[in-house]
C-alpha cells in the first residue's frame, strides 16, 4: 500500500531556531495535512493545505508556523523560532479527496521533535 | 466544542482475552466516527470507521457500533493476538465539516502478553 514518508524521525532543536519538518505524501493525493500530538495529549489539528494554500488552520497554528509544497512532491512545516512547548509528535497526512466523512487520510509514521 | 473521550491505558491482556476500549464523543453535528490504531514505529492507520447511527464498522476482527442515544462508539475485539499490541485512537468528524479535521482522543496503548 502506497504510504506517507516523513523526515526525520527525530530532531533535536535549541528553543529560538528554525525547524522544517518535511513530509512526502502519496503521489495522486490532493490534500494534506499537519497534526501534532504533545507526549500524554490528544492528537490535535494544526493545519490543511490544498491547491496550494491553507485550506484551515488551527488556533495552534499561529505566525510562528508555515506550510508548503515546494516542489511537486514535498509538504513541509516551518517553526520560525521554536519554543519549548512545540515539542512533540508531528504527523503529516494526505488524502485523495476532501477529507471529509467518507474520505481517508493516510498517515505518516511522524516526526518528534525535542526543543531543548 | 466537540470532543473525543476514551478510556486511559495501558491496557494490558493475555492472548485471546476479549477486548473493549471505550470511547464517548460531543458533537453539535452529525459526526463520521473512527478508529486509528498506530503500530510501534508506524504512522496512524484507520482501522474502522462508521459514519451514521447504528452503523457497525469492523476490520481485522475488530469491530465498533455508532451509539447514537449513548454517544458511543466503543471498541470491541473477541480474541486479541500479540499483533494487535497498538495505540487505538478514536476520532470524529463533523459531517460538512473541515477538511481532514478530525478529533482525536488521547490514545489507549494495548499491549498483549503470549
Known amino acids: 500500500e502506497p504510504e506517507v514518508t516523513q523526515t526525520p524521525s527525530h530532531q533535536v532543536t535549541q528553543m529560538g531556531q528554525e525547524v522544517i519538518l518535511r513530509c512526502v505524501p502519496i503521489s495522486n493525493h490532493l490534500y494534506f495535512y499537519w497534526y501534532r500530538q504533545i507526549l500524554g495529549q490528544k492528537v490535535e489539528f494544526l493545519v490543511s493545505f490544498y491547491n496550494n494554500e491553507i485550506s484551515e488552520k488551527s488556533e495552534i497554528f499561529d505566525d510562528q508556523f508555515s506550510v508548503e509544497r515546494p516542489d511537486g512532491s514535498n509538504f513541509t512545516l516551518k517553526i520560525r523560532s521554536t519554543k519549548l512547548e512545540d515539542s512533540a509528535m508531528y504527523f503529516c497526512?494526505?488524502?485523495?479527496?476532501?477529507?471529509?466523512?467518507?474520505?481517508?487520510?493516510?498517515f505518516g509514521s511522524g516526526t518528534q521533535l525535542s526543543v531543548l | 466544542g466537540d470532543s473525543v473521550t476514551q478510556m486511559e491505558g495501558p491496557v494490558t491482556l493475555s492472548e485471546e482475552a476479549f477486548l473493549t476500549i471505550n470511547c464517548t464523543y460531543t458533537?453539535?453535528?452529525?459526526?463520521?466516527l473512527f478508529w486509528y490504531v498506530q503500530y510501534p514505529g508506524e504512522g496512524l492507520q484507520l482501522l474502522l470507521k462508521a459514519t451514521k447511527a447504528d452503523d457497525k464498522g469492523s476490520n481485522k476482527g475488530f469491530e465498533a457500533t455508532y451509539r447514537k442515544e449513548t454517544t458511543s462508539f466503543h471498541l470491541e475485539k473477541g480474541s486479541v493476538q500479540v499483533s494487535d499490541s497498538a495505540v487505538y485512537f478514536c476520532a470524529l468528524s463533523v459531517y460538512g465539516g473541515s477538511q481532514g479535521n478530525l478529533i482525536f482522543g488521547k490514545g489507549t496503548k494495548l499491549s498483549v502478553k503470549p
Open positions: 497526512a494526505s488524502s485523495e479527496g476532501q477529507g471529509r466523512g467518507n474520505e481517508k487520510l493516510f
Open positions: 458533537a453539535t453535528g452529525y459526526p463520521s
